[in-house]
């Protein structure tokens, strides 16, 4: 199985910060990873697809980059309704595996 | 609109079996996979498995083999999901989500606890 690992596990920030998260896949990918938001009691919504592709409707702040083993999701200027909770997945193969999530919380 | 509906709330009893349903509804069944995705109570997301409903084909995680059950009815657009042999460990929202053959779940439904308790 391909294993994901995002890093931070948690992270602090401000209204307007930019902020960064990284996944890394224990083996090669390439484009083939999405990055999820869940909130609290809610189910994960999609947010970015092949590495760097928006979904449609997901605001422009949010972008995706990376291929291979290793990717980022960027937030260029936090909003109060990002805090979240974010999930990478690999969709080169099965079983489909997701990262461990990173917390985004308010400072 | 495009929506997955998930059957309500279970409480089982360890090594009994449950059964979750999610109907599909806003765009052609047979066109998409439908992944289920499971959540234990403070934990991330698991990947159970996955149904073509066109044909009914199945892929499951090594860590269910044997104890899950996708299964689906295209008279109705509905899409099942049994697990047996519950266990504590088993206590979790599962979710339906549906993707292309890319496998990126676009479209969720809401979840549906499944608590095991004795």
């Known amino acids: 199985d391909i294993q994901m690992t995002q890093s931070p596990s948690s992270v602090s920030a401000s209204v307007g910060d930019r902020v960064t998260i990284t996944c890394r896949a224990s083996q090669g990918i390439s484009s083939w990873l999405a990055w999820y938001q869940q909130k609290p009691g809610k189910a994960p919504k999609l947010l970015i697809y092949?590495?760097?592709s928006l979904q449609s409707g997901v605001p422009s702040r949010f972008s995706g980059s990376g291929s291979g083993t290793d990717f980022t999701l960027t937030i260029s200027s936090l909003q109060p309704e990002d805090f979240a909770t974010y999930y990478c997945q690999q969709a080169n193969s099965f079983p489909v595996t997701f990262g461990q999530g990173t917390r985004l919380e308010i400072k | 609109q495009v929506q997955l509906v998930q059957s309500g709330a279970e409480v089982k009893k360890p090594g009994a079996s449950v059964k979750v349903s999610c109907k599909a509804s806003?765009?052609?069944?047979?066109?998409?996979?439908m992944h289920w995705v499971r959540q234990a109570p403070g934990q991330g997301l698991e990947w159970m498995g996955i149904i073509n409903p066109s044909g009914g084909s199945t892929s499951y995680a090594q860590k269910f083999q044997g104890r899950v059950t996708m299964t689906r009815d295209t008279s109705t657009s509905t899409v099942y999901m049994e697990l047996s042999s519950l266990r504590s460990e088993d206590t979790a929202v599962y979710y339906c989500a549906r993707s292309l053959t890319d496998n990126y779940m676009d479209v969720w439904g809401k979840g549906t606890t499944v608590t095991v308790s004795s």
């Open positions: 092949a590495a760097s």
């Open positions: 806003g765009y052609t069944f047979t066109s998409y996979y």
